[in-house]
């Protein structure tokens, strides 16, 4: 059984809404069901997960790593960094060579 179509405001919500918001709050504020924002998301070729400042598990802060690449670019090794911005190593090591975090 088909629902009711979407609208161009609702997709525009629903692209400004997905990287920062779950699709159970994304159908809360457009008025939706989480299962129709899951599948109108995956048809516009949009990802619901989050990554950065928006990720469940993230420990320190957008503007934390980028400080960090900027010292980095400016000579700075990471085990000084680490130590000036109280960030564990491994982890800086791995957000100075985006192994596991994308940039926004």
């Keep these: 059984m088909a629902g009711r179509a979407w609208t161009r405001d609702e997709d525009r919500r629903l692209r400004d809404l997905a990287p920062r918001l779950s699709s159970a709050d994304i159908a809360l504020q457009i008025g939706r069901s989480p299962d129709s924002v899951k599948h109108r998301a995956r048809a516009?070729?949009?990802?619901?997960?989050?990554?950065?400042?928006?990720?469940?598990?993230?420990?320190?802060?957008?503007?934390?790593?980028?400080n960090a690449r900027q010292l980095h670019d400016q000579g700075f090794g990471p085990r000084w960094i680490a130590r000036r911005l109280q960030i564990n190593e491994n982890t800086l090591r791995s957000a100075l060579y985006y192994q596991q975090r994308r940039r926004a």
Excluded: N, V
């Design 44 to 66: 516009l070729g949009l990802s619901l997960a989050k990554f950065g400042d928006a990720h469940p598990m993230t420990r320190y802060t957008e503007s934390a790593i980028e």
